[in-house]
């Protein structure tokens, strides 16, 4: 069946780096638009991170968007999450996801899958920023 694999996470001080990786199997991958998603003790899931199955457009929620970088490899069926200059409130259990691509998540310019909307999700990887 297909599946997610999250890796990459780990403890961290403050203002130290990682890379989080999502490697899919048993589906083709470059028909799924994916996301990243994390969710820290007591909040609920947010998406942070989004790109188009080809990889042409991402876009990061704005608590991210000058730290963070998705990208993908789809000839490795690899999905990538660059983490710069972390802060405590990084602190989470990450997620990615995936969804098929289709025409609803670009009408007024593309949008990232809700969690709702994400059909195949792996296992997380937590990620602990120390301050």
């Known amino acids: 069946q297909a599946h997610l694999v999250e890796s990459g996470g780990g403890s961290v001080q403050a203002g130290g780096s990682l890379r989080l990786v999502c490697t899919a199997s048993e589906l083709t991958f470059d028909d799924y638009i994916m996301t990243w998603f994390r969710q820290a003790a007591g909040k609920e899931r947010e998406g942070i991170a989004c790109?188009?199955?080809?990889?042409?457009?991402?876009k990061y929620t704005d608590s991210v968007k000058e730290r963070f970088t998705i990208s993908r490899d789809n000839a490795k069926n690899t999905l990538y999450l660059q983490m710069n200059s972390l802060e405590p409130e990084d602190t989470a259990m990450y997620y990615c996801a995936a969804v098929r691509a289709g025409w609803e998540f670009f009408n007024g310019g593309f949008h990232c899958p809700t969690s709702a909307e994400s059909s195949l999700w792996g296992q997380g990887t937590q990620v602990t920023v120390s301050s």
């Open positions: 790109i188009t199955a080809t990889g042409t457009y991402t």
